[in-house]
């Protein structure tokens, strides 16, 4: 089924919070995500700091604040698309196609309202700047999504959340795990550091920090420890090494962009009929780029979205606390 009342472009914590208010009005809402993950910035960038401005909190981890979000949209089962990179917009017969680029090549998914919460961009991760990328048959550059089997000899390279959480998951998994950072300090919530000291001290996750990978080879990769070279045995590497927003892909759609924002008027709405944006990506917050304004668009723009899909529909949606939901 490739069809949905409404469709998110972007599943952060904007986007999860529409498909919230659009299942919450009782339409069929599908999300499309370009990492393997949800969470946007939250999950991809900070995901172990404190988060001081959410609603409600008074203080929440990113990573946690995320997951409360999931847990609010799970009952509703909404279509989710993860490593799904929006190509194109197109006006036809039942609303507007998506196209999206995927593993297994373009798909397409039509809606009859969309909503873009796609943030800063695609959050595309860092190429390795090394010798050899290509010698080493299995470089990943995302995590989740790098398939390991047990006993396989993985590198991780990386100083950034996803190195420390990939490295604990992939032991777990039982492969044996090198992590690699130029600096000494990894980051992480103060658990997963935790185990990862207890892993390192016990003999079962090698550390090599700080050092430098010099290069991949057809067998591994060659490192600077101790100033030393360690050359290192390996079934598949993980480099993870941050992400480099990209608006690309969407700056080629019919829209009204000024500067790096979709020009929104009244509901959220943008120049295009039953097409709507909220939080970073939209002009009306501005460079005020501040998660409780990126939540009350993303309350606006799902019920006018409603609203196009569903004229018999108010915009107004009532309160919840007068409706019986389903539960976590």
Do not use: C
Not at 26 to 51: C, D, N, T
Not at 63 to 84: D, I, K, M, N, T
Not at 106 to 123: F, H, K, N, S, W
Not at 232 to 249: I, K
């Amino acid at each position: 089924m490739t069809h949905a009342d409404v469709l998110i472009v972007g599943a952060g914590p904007v986007g999860l919070y529409a498909a919230f208010y659009v299942a919450l009005r009782g339409l069929s809402v599908r999300l499309v995500e370009s990492r393997p993950e949800v969470g946007g910035q939250l999950s991809a960038l900070y995901p172990e700091k404190f988060i001081y401005d959410a609603p409600g909190f008074p203080r929440v981890r990113a990573h946690e604040l995320v997951e409360s979000l999931r847990r609010q949209l799970h009952p509703f089962s909404p279509a989710l698309e993860l490593g799904a990179l929006a190509m194109s917009l197109e006006l036809v017969t039942r609303g507007w196609q998506v196209t999206t680029w995927e593993r297994t090549g373009e798909r397409a998914y039509t809606a009859g309202a969309v909503i873009l919460a796609a943030g800063i961009g695609a959050l595309r991760p860092r190429v390795p700047d090394v010798a050899g990328v290509d010698l080493l048959g299995r470089v990943a550059l995302e995590w989740p999504g790098a398939v390991v089997s047990p006993g396989d000899r993985v590198l991780v390279s990386g100083g950034v959340p996803q190195a420390t959480r990939a490295a604990l998951d992939l032991h777990d998994q039982g492969a044996r795990v090198t992590l690699a950072h130029k600096r000494a300090l990894f980051r992480g919530t103060p658990e997963q550091l935790t185990r990862l000291q207890q892993l390192r001290e016990a003999g079962r996750l090698q550390v090599l920090a700080p050092s430098e990978l010099l290069a991949f080879t057809p067998e591994g990769a060659e490192l600077l420890f101790a100033d030393a070279r360690h050359a290192l045995t390996l079934d598949g590497a993980l480099y993870l090494n941050g992400y480099l927003p990209d608006l690309q892909s969407l700056q080629g759609w019919p829209l009204e962009w000024q500067g790096d924002y979709i020009s929104s008027g009244a509901g959220q709405s943008t120049n295009l009929p039953g097409v709507f944006v909220a939080g970073d990506l939209s002009s009306s917050g501005g460079d005020l780029k501040l998660l409780a304004a990126g939540f009350a668009e993303a309350a606006v723009a799902a019920n006018h979205a409603v609203h196009f899909v569903r004229p018999d529909l108010k915009v107004r949606p009532g309160h919840s606390s007068d409706k019986k939901l389903p539960t976590t």
